[in-house]
């Protein structure tokens, strides 16, 4: 088959003879590449040759019939004028991921420093479905505007203003992994919105809790109330040690060294990441001793009537069953000024009594210690406020 001056489609169909066929003057390089198959018959390619950077180079323009002569002339054109602007045309643009793609890899890399087992996956995960991902989880990043992010947050800002925040947050995070990966140059959910956005009340809800002085008497009603024992002696050894109500309900007997009088909370249980130890007061002991009895084999101390641990909001809801006016957390609150008001205690001795992290990195750099002797003295004195014959015994 004569070879022609400028391709045609009847000669690319018929052509049978291996080789490369030019398009001839015009065709920016355009070449058809025949070839016989391994086992019969022949393929047919399109290819391209330019020059990049003064270097001759091929550059693969698909096969024949998927692609054909005119759809290869057409690429062909775009390749050379890309070239003509210095761009390299074998280089493909990335594949801009939608907003729901940029969550997935945002809670993929911060789950690293997340505590196994702990809540900020789920809460990511529940804020940006229930309010977000209907809105904005299909569009693709680069795409998202300010306009976008406020009218997610408008029919929530005013009436669920905590929420509000925290879920403006969590976008901002993702669209800051979408301009750290090139993807856009601005964050739609940063300071553009700060005027677009009405003021709120800065008003904090603290967790309810009682007067230092109405703790004793909230004791004493626990004790007296016929809980289950394991619950209502969690509940006390949490106050006497005035920990979170997770740190109590998980504690197991390999944490705790009644010898020495040391409850040791490992760094995953705790707020901070950080290792935790506990200076044990007598009372606090015996509640341990009478714990004892309670041991299923589980290594807890204290379990659940039937078996394992007890349920994130089992302390909460026998607070709320007695009346007390209060949740477990809210006892940190009450020692907190029992020891202002009460104690002559150095204001860290009492925050690192609550495993507080000081918030001035240079203290912290320089206070290495955890000042475990002044806390024993303090916790100590706690616990004979609680059980003591001078404390009130009603909730009046």
């Known amino acids: ?43 047919k390619s399109w290819s391209q040759r330019v020059l990049l950077a003064g270097k001759p180079a091929n550059i693969g323009l698909g ?50 420093a997340w505590k196994e087992g702990g809540k900020s996956e ?6 940006l479905r229930n ?11 680069d795409a998202i505007q300010p306009r976008d992010v406020m009218n997610v947050l408008m029919p929530i800002w005013g009436t669920m203003p905590e929420s509000a925040r925290r879920i403006r947050q969590r ?20 300071s553009a919105l700060n005027a677009a956005l009405p003021r709120v009340s800065n008003s904090q809800t603290h967790y309810r809790a009682l007067p230092y002085h109405r703790v004793p008497a909230a004791l004493h009603q626990v ?45 995953d249980r705790m707020k901070a990441n950080r290792t935790h130890r506990v200076p044990l007061s007598r009372r606090a002991l015996r509640v341990l001793l009478e714990a004892r009895r309670l041991d299923d084999g589980s290594g807890l101390v204290f379990p659940s009537a039937g078996g394992g641990p007890m349920g994130e ?14 949740v477990p957390h ?4 009450s020692f907190r000024d029992w020891c202002a008001e009460c104690s002559d205690a150095p204001r860290e001795v009492c925050e690192l009594a609550l495993a507080h992290v000081n918030s001035n990195r240079v203290e912290r750099a320089y206070r290495r210690s955890d000042l475990f002797a002044r806390r024993r003295e303090l916790m100590e004195s706690w616990a004979q406020f609680l059980t003591g014959s001078g404390a009130q015994l009603n909730l009046d």
């Open 313 to 326: 909001n089992a302390l909460a809801k026998l607070c709320r069953d007695l009346g007390l006016g209060c």
């Open 171 to 190: 976008i901002s995070i993702v669209m800051k992994w979408a301009v750290a990966q090139g993807y856009r140059t601005d964050n739609p959910a940063d």
């Open 223 to 267: 004790r007296d109330s016929g809980a289950y024992p394991g619950k209502a002696l969690c509940f006390e050894f949490l106050v006497l040690c005035a920990v979170r109500n997770a740190e109590a309900r998980l504690a197991r007997w390999d944490e705790i060294d009644e010898k020495n009088a040391i409850w040791t909370i490992p760094a």
């Open 122 to 127: 789920g809460q990511w995960r529940s804020s």
């Open 1 to 43: 088959m004569k070879r022609p001056q400028r391709l045609s489609e009847s000669f690319v169909r018929k052509v049978s003879r291996p080789g490369r066929y030019g398009d001839g003057r015009g065709g920016f390089g355009l070449s058809l590449l025949v070839k016989p198959k391994h086992g019969q018959g022949l393929s």
């Open 63 to 112: 096969a024949w019939p998927l692609v054909n002569l005119d759809e290869a002339r057409e690429q062909a054109l775009r390749n050379r004028r890309a070239i003509a602007k210095g761009k390299d045309p074998r280089s493909r643009p990335r594949l801009v991921p939608t907003f729901a793609d940029a969550v997935e890899k945002t809670i993929e890399i911060h789950a690293q």
């Open 330 to 333: 809210g006892m940190r609150s």
């Open 131 to 141: 309010y977000v991902l209907a809105h904005l989880g299909a569009q693709p990043v």
